[in-house]
Every structure is written in C-alpha cells, then in structure tokens.
C-alpha cells in the first residue's frame, strides 16, 4: 500500500478531512506566506511539516533571513522554507548561498529552449529539492501550458541525471482546488512518459515526500528501504526500493 | 436468403479495457447532467490529448453507469491510457460556471467488480 502526500494553504476541516479519508493523504503540508504568519495565532496540529513560502521581491533576502527566525520558534518536526520566484537570477542566487530548502515554478523561469543545467547541479548538491506546483499550472494560458510542460520535461531529465528530489504540490487555496495526490502523480507521469520511463520507472517519484521528510530530519519515522510508522499496529514494509 | 450474423471477436483480439470510476464534487452540491459531464471530458480531453487520445485510446463514458445521487459516472479507456485520462481529469475546474472537484475513486477490470467494490460500498 502506498502514502501520498500533499501541499496546500488554507486551513478547513472539511478540506483536510477529505484529504484525510478519501484521498488516503498520509503526510500534509501546508504553504504559508511569512507575512500572515504569527506563531500564536496559527495552529498546526493537523500538519506533518510546515513550508514559509516567500515570493521574488526587490527585498526577498531579508525574508528569507526573517522566516528562519520566526521558524525556530514553532514546535514542529518537519519545517522549511520555499521560494516561489520567474526569475532565474534569484533562484539561482538563492541556491547558491543555500538560502532555501525548496524552489517552486522552476519550469517558468526558463528561457523556451534554454535550459541552464547549472542550477539544478546546484540544487543537487545543496540538498535543495524542485516543487511542480499545480495551481500555476492551471492558471496559465494555453501557450504557457506548453512553455511549462515542455521545460518541466526538459528540467526532470537533468534531474533524473543529478538525482535532486522532485515534487509536486497542489498548493490549494479552497477546497474546490484540492486534487487526490495519487491524480497528481500523473502530473509527472505525462512527462516521465515522453522521455521513455515506463509507469514503474517513475514510481521513484512516487515516493517524493518520504525523501522531502528524511530531508527535514524525520528520522524516527523513516527507515532507509522500510517505512515504519509511530502509533500505528501494522508496520508498512512492502514498500521497498 | 441468409441472414448476416456479426462474428464476435475471440478474446484474445479484443481490446482491453479498464473502468475508470469517478467521483465529482459541486458547489452547493448540486448535481450535474450526464451530458454535461460528457460535453466537458471530450472538450478537455480534445485540448490535453487531441484526437489521436481519443481516438487510440477508445475513450467511452457510460451512460448507463451514472450514479446521480452519489455523483459517481464510469468511464472506459485503454489500460494504457488511464493515467492520461486523470490527468485530464485533474485539469476540469468548473461545468456551467459551478467549481468541480474530480478524483478518481479507483480502476477495475470489470463492470461487476467496479459496483461491488466501489459504487456499492461508497456513501451518498
């Protein structure tokens, strides 16, 4: 049996138990923009790890700076930050200084065929991992679904290469935005397709969240291979690799 | 005179199929026509895979199989095609100006199997 997860950014019972019961969600992460957050005022209890997002500014740097402040504050075991930027300088900037643990709207920074290979070396080597997220897709107009799709191909090639850590979110903002992670996997799937992986080549990327959580130091939990998880009778161990 | 009776294909040159079942999800939950659901999956289907999905993958909604109070409809395509057809789904956002939510309840062989596990067992 498998565990998806998902990323989104609202809080609502009504959303987190649907994600919960019907769309089997073992781990949930919820987005959150620094500037709203207050550690008092929001509760977490629901989530397995929490993401500051911060988005491309003339002044990103110093909050970035501020939202690891403001995350060692707050009591929970996975946490990180997340830099949603369309420009490559910046994205690379921050990868380079090691400033972030994960970068969103790759595919849309690129130049049409001018993919950099150098960054996702980076990220490679600085732990950082690449976020798809679906919202934006959704969003976008017909000619930049293609631009998307087309580099986010490209983008996964070089990853699959350098082996960086690949997801991709929901990122929903109500619960009409919701998608059932097991469909979202196909999002990859469409493209891992074109580039000759079959279905159970691409099952590595199925299994995205456990590395994204190994990353953030939920070492308790997981276990390299088998996948042992706390509170539960039934230890999971056909999960293999 | 003598009358022309259509030979069945033997099993083996037939094509396989997967039943793809579907759960949708409206605002102030109303419920959706069947033709509508129809109408919007071959328009979308049209924009995402183009007329050769269509057209290789045998996609077929099954008016028969639609389950208005459960808001569940069956579809069948190819074995091959079936994680094309939830990424179409994923990408229907509205029918008639009205926020849809589409997931996939699960993928069977057959029609009797498809009830038994999940349209029988599923809540209203």
Known sequence: MRWYGDIIRFFDDKGKELLRRNFSVKYLGLAVDYKNFNDKEFDVSGFDFLMLYV??????????????????????????????????????????????????????????????????????????????????????????????????????????????????????????????????????????????????????NYYWFYDFLKKMNMKERIYPGYYVFKGEENAQTDIKR | MFLKVRKMLKPTLRDKRRYVIIKYLCERDEKLDIEDLISTLWKKSYEYGGYSFIANSNLNILKDLYFKDKNIFVVNVKPEYVEDLRFILMNITSIRDKRVLMYVIGVSGTIKSARRKYIEGSED
């Open chain 1, 55 to 204: 988005e491309e500014d003339s002044n990103h740097l110093s909050k970035i700076k501020k939202s690891k402040k403001l995350l060692d504050k707050i009591s929970i075991d996975a946490k990180g930050i997340v830099l949603f930027s369309q420009k490559y300088e910046v994205l690379r900037n921050a990868v380079d200084k090691h400033l972030v643990d994960a970068i969103v709207d790759l595919p849309l920074s690129f130049e049409m065929f001018n993919i950099d290979e150098v960054l996702i070396k980076k990220a490679a080597e600085n732990n950082v991992s690449l976020i798809f997220n679906f919202k934006t897709f959704t969003s976008l107009s017909r000619q930049l679904k293609v631009k998307y799709l087309r580099n986010m191909r490209k983008i996964l090639q070089i990853a699959c290469k350098k082996d960086v850590k690949v997801l991709v979110g929901s990122f929903a903002e109500n619960f009409y935005e919701l998608r059932k992670p097991r469909d979202l996997s196909s999002f990859l799937y469409v493209t891992y397709r074109n580039l000759g992986f079959s279905l159970k080549g691409s099952s590595n």
